[in-house]
């Protein structure tokens, strides 16, 4: 190798070196500034923006999109639109509520996006979520019908004026959880260990139990999930059954009243998937 590429190869060494070096200490002396007051500096914003396009794309580039049009279709979206999104997005008219207004990023109108991004994009983007961003995963609240429903709806977002979003608001019945959760959402499930701890993420449970596979807050107010396939009861009071672990994680309240597990309401499809995970975390020996 001649001695110019070496000199080359060395210095880019030595400035990759640099630039970890600085980055161990920036960020052990807290230098960047994590709080929600204070936005990313504009490369980051555009690095991350970037980034984020390119994955949506890639990720959503095999959805195929059903009949937007079909009727009632973007009825039922404006419905769940009312219930779940204009709270942070805003509508025609509409300001966010004033927590949205703390988020940074902020969550943008979706009028733009209604009007720019393919549908499977905007279908993935709310199926599936955004990490860090405050945008939640949907696909454990809404079955995919219920998610085309939304994209229906924020198809005819860039013609609506405010006097017709209003318009169109009253005279549509509200959405219920009871309508939200009637169906669980089975499409593009993968293996039944990875389902769970998804599906364990995505209910809450990471944030006040130890669950061997997750990744999670280190603080935990509920006791360690390890190896609970080897206790002998749940909670103190169940037989440690799967039948009996999915009941518990359905309805918490009815099997022991006043216990601190709130009711998640838990699909059956996703009681099922962390019962099989929970069932298979033995003690280590």
């Known amino acids: 190798m001649s001695r110019c590429k070496l000199v080359l190869l060395g210095s880019l060494a030595a400035l990759a070196v640099t630039a970890a070096a600085v980055g161990v200490v920036a960020i052990r002396n807290g230098w960047y500034d994590v709080s929600a007051t204070h936005s990313h500096t504009a490369p980051i914003y555009r690095v991350v923006g970037y980034a984020l396009d390119r994955s ?54 979706l009028v733009a996006s209604a009007r720019e991004r393919p549908a499977n994009e905007i279908f993935w983007m709310i199926r599936e979520g955004i990490k860090m961003t405050g945008m939640p995963a949907w696909r454990y609240r809404l ?75 280190r603080l935990h107010v509920g006791p360690s999930l390890e190896g609970m396939a080897d206790r ?29 597990m709130p009711n998640l309401h838990v699909t059956d499809q996703d009681a099922h998937d962390m019962a099989e995970y929970l069932m298979s975390l033995k003690s280590a020996d």
């Open 143 to 217: 079955s995919d019908e219920r998610i085309w429903d939304v994209v229906a709806f924020m198809r005819t977002l860039p013609d609506l004026s405010p006097m017709a979003y209003q318009s169109t608001v009253n005279q549509t019945p509200e959405w219920t959880l009871a309508d939200a959760t009637s169906a669980s959402n089975t499409a593009g499930r993968t293996a039944e260990d990875e389902a769970g701890v998804r599906a364990m993420q995505q209910y809450l449970c990471l944030t006040c139990h130890i669950v061997p596979g997750g990744t999670g807050p």
């Open 56 to 109: 949506v794309s890639a990720r959503a580039a095999a959805i195929e999109i059903p009949d937007l049009a079909e009727p009632g279709r973007a009825k039922r979206g404006l419905q769940i639109y009312e219930a779940h999104c204009v709270q942070c997005h805003g509508a025609p008219g509409v300001a966010p509520q004033p927590f949205a207004m703390g988020l940074n990023p902020a969550p943008p109108p």
């Open 232 to 260: 002998a009861y749940i909670a103190g009071t169940l037989p440690n059954t799967l039948p009996n672990m999915q009941r518990w994680l359905r309805e918490p309240e009815k099997i022991k009243p006043g216990t601190a």
